[in-house]
C-alpha cells in the first residue's frame, strides 16, 4: 500500500507544545518546591501565560489544524469518532476537547497566581486589582487546581501511549518533524500561518506579558512628606 507524507502541524505549534510541556514541568517543580524558588515560579508563570497568549491567537490566524475552528467540533463528530467512523488530521474530536479543556486549566492556573498572595513570601503581579479575601481563595484554588491538571496530563499522556501501542497510530513523532505519514491521498495538508501571522500572535503575547506583569497597574500612592524636625 502507498504511504504519502503530509504536513500537519507547523512549527510554531510545534514549539509552543515543547515550550509549554519544559515551563509547565519547570513551574510545578518551583511551585512544590517553593522558598527561594518561588519568585522565579512566577516568573515560569508569566512565561506560560505568554505562551497560551500566542496559541490562543495561532488558533485563529495560524495553519489549517492548528485553527480551533478546523479540530473542535459537537457531540455528533465525537460520537463518530468512537465507533470508528471520523478519519482525518490533526486532533481527533475527542483528544480536540481534551485540548481545550487542557489549556482551560492552564488559563485559569496562569490567572489565579496572577491575583494570588500567599501571604508569606510570594504577592501575584496583578494583586492589587482584587481584595485580599478573593486573593486568598484564588490562592487555594490555585493550588488545587494543579492536580487536575496533573490528571489531565496524565491522561493525555497515557491516551499517546494507547494509540501507538494499540493502534499502532504515532501520534508523537508528527509533534517534532511535522508530518505524518498516512494511506490516504486526499487528506488535505496543513496550510496558512506563516511569517505575518507568527510575528502578530508574538506581538500579542509580548503585550499579554507586559499586562500580566503590573504594566497596567496604578502606580502606588506617593510616600508621605517626611515630617518637620520640632523647632526646638
Request: net charge neutral; hydrophobic share 65%; aromatic share 8%.
Given at each position: 500500500m502507498n504511504k504519502w507524507r503530509v504536513k500537519v502541524w507547523d512549527v510554531p505549534t510545534i514549539l509552543f507544545h515543547w515550550l509549554?510541556?519544559?515551563l509547565?514541568?519547570?513551574?510545578f517543580v518551583t511551585g512544590f518546591l517553593g522558598g527561594g524558588l518561588i519568585e522565579i515560579h512566577g516568573q515560569f508563570g508569566l512565561a506560560?501565560?505568554?505562551?497560551?497568549?500566542?496559541r490562543l491567537v495561532w488558533g485563529v490566524i495560524g495553519s489549517t489544524y492548528a485553527r480551533f475552528a478546523r479540530f473542535v467540533s459537537g457531540p455528533a463528530r465525537v460520537l463518530a469518532y468512537l465507533r470508528g467512523q471520523w478519519h482525518g488530521l490533526g486532533h481527533n474530536p475527542l483528544g480536540a476537547w481534551s485540548v481545550l479543556g487542557l489549556l482551560t486549566l492552564m488559563l485559569f492556573q496562569v490567572v489565579s497566581g496572577l491575583l494570588s498572595d500567599d501571604n508569606i513570601s510570594f504577592t501575584g503581579p496583578l494583586r492589587v486589582l482584587v481584595s485580599q479575601g478573593t486573593a486568598?481563595?484564588?490562592?487555594?484554588?490555585?493550588?488545587l487546581n494543579v492536580w487536575l491538571i496533573i490528571g489531565l496530563v496524565s491522561l493525555h499522556t497515557l491516551s499517546v501511549i494507547l494509540y501507538l501501542v494499540v493502534k499502532k497510530?504515532?501520534?508523537l513523532t508528527p509533534m517534532f518533524t511535522g508530518y505524518k505519514t498516512i494511506d490516504d491521498p486526499t487528506q488535505e495538508p496543513a496550510r496558512g500561518g506563516g511569517w505575518l501571522p507568527f510575528i502578530v500572535a508574538t506581538l500579542i503575547a509580548v503585550g499579554v506579558v507586559w499586562v500580566a506583569n503590573g504594566g497596567l497597574n496604578p502606580a502606588p500612592p506617593p510616600p508621605p512628606p517626611p515630617q518637620a524636625a520640632p523647632a526646638w
Open positions: 509549554l510541556v519544559l509547565t514541568i519547570a513551574a506560560i501565560a505568554g505562551l497560551l497568549a500566542f486568598d481563595w484564588l490562592t487555594g484554588l490555585h493550588k497510530n504515532n501520534l
